[in-house]
C-alpha cells in the first residue's frame, strides 16, 4: 500500500523524470535521497540509539548535498523548484 508521501513522491518524480525509465538523473536522486532522509528520520524518532543507521544518514545527506552543489552551477531554476518542492532548507551558495 503506497503512503501519502510515496504518492506525493511518485507525483514529484513524474515532473521530474526525462523518461520513464530514469533512475540516475540528479533530479531524481535528490528526490529518492530525501525521502530515505526522511524515512531515516522518522526511525530515529523510535530507536534513538541506532548508530549504524546514523552513519548511513550522514552518508545520504551528503550526496544529496554534493548532487544539489552539482545541479545548482548546472541548471538554477530546477535546483530552486527542487529544493521549494522537497521543503529543503538550503542557503544560497
Known amino acids: 500500500m ?3 508521501e510515496n504518492t506525493a513522491q511518485d507525483a514529484l518524480l513524474g515532473k521530474v523524470k526525462k523518461h520513464d525509465d530514469d533512475t540516475g538523473s540528479v533530479e531524481v536522486q535528490v ?3 530525501s525521502h530515505e532522509i526522511d524515512r531515516l ?15 548511513g544518514l550522514l ?3 551528503a550526496r544529496r548535498k554534493r548532487f ?3 545541479l545548482q552551477k548546472k541548471d538554477r531554476k530546477l535546483f530552486d523548484k527542487l529544493v521549494q ?6 542557503k544560497a551558495l
Request: aromatic share 12%.
Open 59 to 61: 552518508q545520504k545527506v
Open 2 to 4: 503506497l503512503s501519502k
Open 68 to 70: 544539489l552543489g552539482y
Open 85 to 90: 518542492e522537497l521543503g529543503i532548507r538550503q
Open 31 to 33: 528526490i529518492r535521497l
Open 41 to 55: 528520520t522518522e526511525h530515529f524518532k523510535l530507536f534513538p540509539k541506532d548508530y549504524d543507521s546514523k552513519r
